[in-house]
């Protein structure tokens, strides 16, 4: 069965240091992948997504994320975290067949020092 | 075109109450999706509509839970007798079914069931 792992429920950095939440993955064949964010009481917002390609894709708001097929990891980066960033953070994989249905990570809250 | 629409954005209810919660999906999306959030956790596909077709209903929509798409545009999801662990985040999506892996999130529906 698909499933998302963040191993990281909690993150700390200061404003202006860089970012990374990982993300890891289980799935049989070729994924979808997603990052989306959430501030508080709000919905989601789609980051970024990989389908195929490069497996590097750039997203909005600084941010980029790498696919490794190796290490069944999808983990996302900015180089330089504002305090705006501050939310949850959610990667999913697209499920089998083409239903559109996400399967989520449990996410990661991140919360950024002045 | 708003983007997706769900109403009401809270709702608090008796634990026994019967609570409906609506949808409405960007224009001309033709798939639809639930999905349930519940504290520090991530969402949880719940069922997705094809038009009017309800194409698939997880586990987690226990028979207490409705589902309806009548006219393949705003979706209605209706929970009878609700109980404390009913209590969540309601998330709705669409998506194009010729590209279903493009989904956008409403805002979201917070149930509270004391």
């Given amino acids: 069965a698909q499933s998302v792992t963040q191993p990281d429920i909690h993150i700390t950095v200061s404003e202006g240091a860089s970012l990374e939440l990982r993300c890891n993955y289980s799935y049989g064949a070729t994924p979808y992948l997603f990052w989306y964010v959430q501030s508080p009481g709000q919905g989601l917002q789609l980051l970024l997504k990989y389908f195929s390609g490069d497996t590097l894709v750039q997203g909005i708001k600084g941010f980029e994320a790498e696919f490794k097929r190796s290490q069944s990891s999808f983990n996302l980066r900015k180089p330089s975290v504002h305090w705006s960033d501050a939310a949850e953070y959610f990667c999913a994989v697209g499920g089998s067949g083409n239903t559109g249905k996400l399967i989520f990570g449990q996410g990661t809250t991140l919360q950024v020092k002045p | ?114």
């Fill in chain 2, 1 to 114: 075109d708003t983007g997706v629409s769900q109403n009401p954005r809270h709702k608090i209810t008796k634990r026994g109450q019967n609570v409906t919660f609506r949808c409405d999906p960007i224009s001309e999306h033709n798939r639809l999706y639930w999905y349930r959030q519940t504290l520090g956790q991530g969402p949880e596909f719940l069922t997705y509509f094809q038009n009017e077709a309800q194409l698939e209903k997880s586990r987690l929509l226990s028979d207490r839970f409705s589902a309806e798409r009548p006219k393949g545009s705003f979706s209605t999801l209706e929970i009878q007798r609700t109980e404390q662990g009913d209590s969540a985040m309601y998330l709705c999506a669409s998506s194009p079914s010729l590209e279903p892996r493009y989904a956008f999130f409403g805002q979201g529906t917070r149930l509270t069931v004391v």
